[in-house]
């Protein structure tokens, strides 16, 4: 399968503070992968590299082929930007917003946002700047899917979200990206949701890549495994297949990509005595938090 | 685009800053500088004059011997006549003619030209008075005429041609071999003059006329210029003598009167005015006329008899802006100055200056070096600022604000 | 894609450009009001006098008119687009970047002209009404360079308000300030002849002075 995205040996500095060395990914087409990272992971430098608004130290993020600095037109016309807080033009009303647009797009198909319009309760001279955060995120969805794109770039869509508005918009694009065929690249602030939405995760921490496979087997692979000890001077947070390790009193969380038999193996051969030995299963929140640690 | 927006925006930021930023010295630093006040004394012949130092008025002769106020007065009687007159120290009589106050104000006269006087913007439709209405003030009409392809009177109140009257003079003007249009009018256009003298008027090929209108009718005169004399300049007067009409500055500079009645030409014995930068003052009285024209930092004063030779003339200097403590620091400071408005001409326009003195080269200097480690800490590369660098070590304090402002950074 | 730019904008400032022009056309007639008053008390021949040789301005009343308009044109038009960083939106459209800003930039100035077009025929309409050629023609060299500080100071206000970084919005404020100073200089009724075509080049030059902070914005200074 063709790469939509593909994003190489970018390095990026703010003044003399990394972000990121040598960060490496691609996005299939038609697959949807969550960029997920706690703030000032990198997550909005990569958006802002992938919008062209920043130019990076070293590497270069392409676009269908295209570096993303200079996008031409015609590939500008393919991709959907969902900015960041679902940001539109707030002095327009809902029918002017549909009419700047079409004038844009040649495959324009207002069907989809009408759809979606009918769903909110708005009157039809209603400047958006007036409506709430929910409604306003429909508006921006709906444009961007009567644009028609075979990419959407969606930067924290769910921010500002009430619950339910935030499984609408999950649901209605999951359903509608895999029936069109539709790439995204989407990060969220809030991770439950996104195992709902994905295919694929990138999760970053702090200059690197701590996670990028399929979510299923990032969820299957990922475990966390639950129990009581007493410490023995082994220090298990400096093993390798130890990826975190939290501790409450003497009730361990220790978090890896080995199997259960591997972690009771290592135990056993150095002696430790364990007790309450658990797997705990595990939702994309947990094992985000697992991976890069609760601070 | 967007490298040349910048540029652009970088030396418009240099136009301005280098009319801000001196304007914004001299206004905090600028102390007044007083010329001196220059007179020449029919009774001591020689000059007398007062200055301001140090803040006070001192009152000295030549050779800058200082007189009290009383002592210095009694010294210039015909400047000082009435206040002579009022202690009653006025003399009998000088130079062997009996003074008569009556006859000393008649004889006084007061002529001030700048050079801006001659370089103004000037909406050529002019008022042409009743010169015999038989009434003892002067009327304002209440039409304007201009000379254009023809002399036409404008009604002000219709704002319509009046036909019959701009066929009046056209006629007249015409049968004088007058050539259109006008290139010259000069009068003195105000009801507060001693009497109307109309207009003199110098034609597109250098003819001069006297233009009046005398009960209602015309008066046109054509006045025999010397061959050759043309001239860039008229200053029309009203003095009691009746002497002259005007005061003429002729294309090479000369300095002219134009005696009343026979039109005579008369060049005075001057060779020193720069009409486009000087100020001229002249004043007159029963003896002598002191003439002086002054230009920063100078002053040439003569004295003339009243049949306009040449007695004596005195030159001084002082320290022009430039020269004072402020102008030396100002010359550190920047390597030239703008202005949008100077004394010598009414019109606006980039009147630049550059600094006579060398000693802004230093802060130029010192500022390349600054902008080339603002380069280096900025990380920003070398070869892409030369052309900065360049503007900082001519432009000097203007550059350097102007590339900073507008920050060098693109990515390619 | 022009025409739904032109539409953009047009929503942003067709209330302001509406309002600011009928109050700059109210400013005009107040101009002939005051003169017609005087002339009504005075005589118009007494009233020319002043004009002509009194350096009496009868047209001091537009002076920051043009100003106002220019200013508050650029305010409307692109406080809006960088507010939230809605520029963006701008450059994700399938246009280039800079066509974009150009068109948005050309419709200011489409309207601005029109408006001023307004001011100025009805200013020269009246003028001609009271007074002579010389008189109308001194006047239009003293309001030029207002008109044009109107553009000059559209084209710059863009600039400060599109560049994203504080320091820098100060910077080019300053900078813009002193040179809108030059469009108001005092002096005498007609003394900006020499000056009027160096001030249309000049404004001319700046005129896609806001492309610089546009580019900056783009390229990740904000």
Known sequence: MNNVIECKNLTHYYGKKLVYENLNFNVREGSILGLLGKNGAGKTTTINILHGFLQPRAGECLIYGENTQHLSPQTKSRIGFLIEGHVQYAFMDIHQIEKFYSGFYP????????????????????????????????????????????????????????????????????????????????????????????????????????????????????????????????????????????????????????????????????????????????????????????? | MNKISRYILVFITILAASVALP???????????????????????????????????????????????????????????????????????????????????????????????????????????????????????????????????LDAATNTIDERKSQMFTTVLNNRDFNYPAKMIAGIPTTRKSCDEGYFVVDSKDMMYHVKMIKSEPYVRKIEVPDGLTFRHISCVDFSDKKYYSYLIS????????????????????????????????????????????????????????????????????????????????????????????????????????????????????????????????????????????????????????VNFFQNKFFD | MIKSIVYKEWIKTRWFLLILTILGLLAVGNIFLKVQHYITFNEAHNYWYLVLFQNQQYFKGLKFIPLVIGLVIALVQYIPEITNKRIKLTFHLPINENKALLMMLGYGVAVLLLSFALLLIVFIFLSQHF????????????????????????????????????KYRIAYFLASAAFILFFFEKGMAGAYAPLNWKLAVLTLLISLSMTFSAYRFRKGEM
């Not at chain 1, 644009?147 to 930067?155: S, T």
């Not at chain 1, 082994?234 to 361990?252: A, G, P, S």
């Not at chain 2, 003399?91 to 007061?110: K, M, Q, T, Y």
């Not at chain 3, 360079?145 to 560049?163: H, N």
Request: charged share 25%; aromatic share 14%; net charge negative.
């Open chain 2, 23 to 153: 304007e914004l010295y001299w206004l905090a630093f600028e102390k007044p500088i007083n010329a001196p006040f220059t007179m020449y004394s029919s009774q001591e012949h020689d000059f007398f004059m007062i200055k301001r130092e140090q803040g006070e008025t001192v009152r000295v002769d030549r050779k800058g011997n200082e007189y009290t106020r009383d002592e210095f007065e009694l010294k210039l009687p015909m400047f000082f006549s009435r206040q002579l007159a009022l202690n009653g120290t006025l003399p009998d009589s000088l130079n062997g003619v009996a003074l008569d106050l009556h006859e000393i104000s008649r004889a006084r006269s007061s002529f001030r030209f700048r050079a801006r006087d001659m370089q103004t913007p000037t909406p050529e439709l002019y008022p042409l008075f009743e010169s015999e209405s038989g009434r003892a003030n002067l009327e304002m009409p209440t039409d304007f005429f201009r000379i254009t392809h023809r002399m036409e009177f």
């Open chain 3, 131 to 166: 007074f002579g050629a010389e008189i109308v023609h001194s006047a239009l060299i003293s309001v030029t360079p207002w008109f044009l500080a109107g553009l000059a100071a559209y084209f710059l206000s863009a600039l400060v308000v599109m560049e994203a970084i504080w």
């Open chain 2, 251 to 402: 294309e090479d500079d000369g300095l002219y009167i134009l005696t009343q009645d026979v039109y005579e030409f008369i060049r005075w014995p001057f060779d020193a005015l720069q009409p486009e930068t000087d100020e001229l003052r002249i004043y007159g009285n029963l003896f002598h006329y002191t003439v002086i024209t002054r230009r920063p930092g100078y002053q040439k004063a003569m004295a003339l008899d009243t049949e306009y030779n040449k007695v004596d003339e005195f030159t001084e200097t002082w320290k022009e802006r430039e020269e004072t403590k402020q102008g030396k620091i100002a010359s550190f400071i920047f390597p030239a100055e703008m202005r949008l408005s100077v004394p010598t001409t009414n019109f606006i326009d980039f009147y630049g200056e550059r600094t006579k003195k060398f000693n802004w080269v230093f802060l130029n200097l010192f500022l390349v070096l600054v902008q080339i480690i603002i380069i280096r800490r900025t990380k920003l590369k070398m070869q892409k600022n030369i052309l900065d660098l360049v503007i900082v070590g001519i432009t000097g304090i203007y550059g350097f604000i102007a």
């Open chain 1, 107 to 295: 495959h324009w198909n207002k069907e989809p946002y009408w759809e979606l319009m009918s769903k909110l309760k708005v009157d039809p001279n209603q400047k958006i700047s007036s409506m709430s955060c929910g409604q306003r995120s429909q508006v921006a969805l709906g444009l961007i899917l009567a644009q028609e794109p075979d990419l959407l770039i969606l930067d924290d869509f769910s921010m500002g979200l009430d619950p339910g508005y935030r499984r609408l918009f999950i649901d209605y694009l999951r359903t509608y990206a895999k029936a069109e065929n539709k790439t995204i690249f989407a990060t969220s602030h809030i991770v439950q949701d996104m195992e709902r939405l994905i295919d694929d995760v990138l999760i970053m921490d702090y200059n690197r890549v701590l996670a990028h496979s399929p979510i299923d087997e990032f969820m299957t692979g990922f475990k966390q495994f639950r129990f009581k000890m007493e410490p023995n001077g082994v220090d298990l947070e400096k093993e390798d297949f130890v990826v975190n390790l939290e501790t409450t009193k003497n009730e361990f969380e220790l978090y890896t990509y080995e199997s259960e038999k591997f972690v009771k193996g290592f135990l056993d051969k150095n002696g430790i005595r364990y007790a309450d030995f658990s797997m705990v299963p595990m939702g994309l929140e947990d094992a985000f938090i697992g991976l890069t640690g609760k601070y």
